[in-house]
Structures are given as C-alpha cells and as structure tokens.
C-alpha cells in the first residue's frame, strides 16, 4: 500500500483536480468560455444548463444534506484516524485528496446559493463560475504541493528507515 511512490497515485490526482477545475458546479468550464466569447444562444444555454446543475445542488441539500453531513464527517474522522494515529499510508493518501475536494464542494454549495438567491443569469453568471473555477485551482494547486512535499517526506523516511 505504499501510495505515494506508485504512479497512479499522482495520476488519479492530476485527474481529480482537471475533473475538478473543468467541471464548476457541475458546468462545463468550456460552456463558460463560449457564452462569454460567443454571446447569445450559447449564453442561454449556459444559463440553462448552470440552473439545473445549481438547482439540482441546492435540492440534495435541502433533501438530504445533513445525512450527507453526517456521513462524510464520518468518514472523514475514521480516515483521519486511520492517516494520524495508525499511519497508514493509504489513509494519508486518500486524506490529501479527500478533504480538500470535501471544501471545494462546501465552497459550490455555498456558490450555488449565491447563484439561486440573486438569481444570476448572462455575465454576472459567468463570472461567478470563472471566480469558482479560480478558487479550485488556488486550492487544488496548494493541495498538490502540501500532498507532493508529505509524499517526498514519507518516501525519504521510508527508504531510510527500510519500513
């Protein structure tokens, strides 16, 4: 289980960070760029398509949030365990993926609330997806550098300690 030396380790979070930055609260970020360079019906379809992606957020967490809540927390807190106290390197692995992807959704749940409650459509739409598509790259970005510098510590104790 030795995850942070084995290569599709770091693949799977270069892919879980595109997926990510490219997919902002469910929308396609290339949709973003055509309505902004191309206006009209590609601005209609984005709205469109950023109302049902955003309504369809908004309804899994009136419905079923706190049980969503509660689960993740959960599961984040047997993870954490597993990572800190018992060292398992899976575990930390999964921890540095996990959590920071946990804030990004946080922080589209609470994009897709300021979307719905100002009821945003045409440019003021745009540039709120384009400002979250910004704070998942600042965070996906730090969050590869702190995973590659504990990676790089944990393959430097392991090979000198043989364990």
């Given at each position: 289980?030795?995850?942070?030396?084995?290569?599709?380790?770091?693949?799977?979070?270069?892919?879980?960070?595109?997926?990510a930055?490219?997919?902002?609260?469910?929308?396609?970020y290339?949709?973003?760029?055509?309505?902004?360079?191309?206006?009209?019906?590609?601005?209609?379809?984005?709205?469109?398509?950023?109302r049902?992606?955003?309504?369809?957020?908004?309804?899994?967490?009136?419905?079923?949030?706190?049980?969503?809540?509660?689960?993740?927390?959960?599961?984040?807190?047997?993870?954490?365990?597993?990572?800190?106290?018992?060292?398992?390197?899976?575990?930390?692995?999964?921890?540095l993926?996990?959590?920071?992807?946990?804030?990004?959704?946080?922080?589209?749940?609470?994009?897709?609330?300021?979307?719905d409650?100002?009821?945003?459509?045409?440019?003021?739409?745009?540039?709120?997806?384009?400002?979250?598509?910004?704070?998942?790259?600042?965070?996906?970005?730090?969050?590869?550098?702190?995973?590659?510098l504990?990676?790089?510590?944990?393959?430097?104790?392991?090979?000198?300690?043989?364990?």
């Amino acid at each position: 289980m030795r995850s942070f030396s084995n290569l599709w380790y770091w693949i799977a979070l270069a892919v879980v960070w595109a997926t990510a930055s490219h997919r902002v609260l469910g929308v396609p970020y290339d949709m973003v760029l055509r309505a902004r360079r191309a206006g009209g019906q590609a601005e209609a379809d984005l709205d469109d398509i950023a109302r049902v992606q955003v309504n369809r957020l908004l309804y899994i967490a009136s419905v079923s949030g706190i049980w969503i809540l509660g689960v993740t927390s959960f599961l984040l807190t047997c993870l954490a365990v597993l990572a800190v106290w018992y060292r398992i390197e899976f575990a930390q692995a999964l921890l540095l993926m996990v959590v920071p992807m946990s804030g990004v959704g946080l922080l589209g749940l609470s994009r897709a609330r300021h979307i719905d409650a100002l009821c945003l459509t045409g440019k003021k739409l745009q540039v709120q997806l384009m400002r979250q598509r910004i704070v998942t790259q600042v965070i996906g970005t730090i969050s590869i550098f702190v995973t590659a510098l504990w990676g790089m510590y944990q393959n430097s104790t392991i090979g000198v300690l043989g364990g």
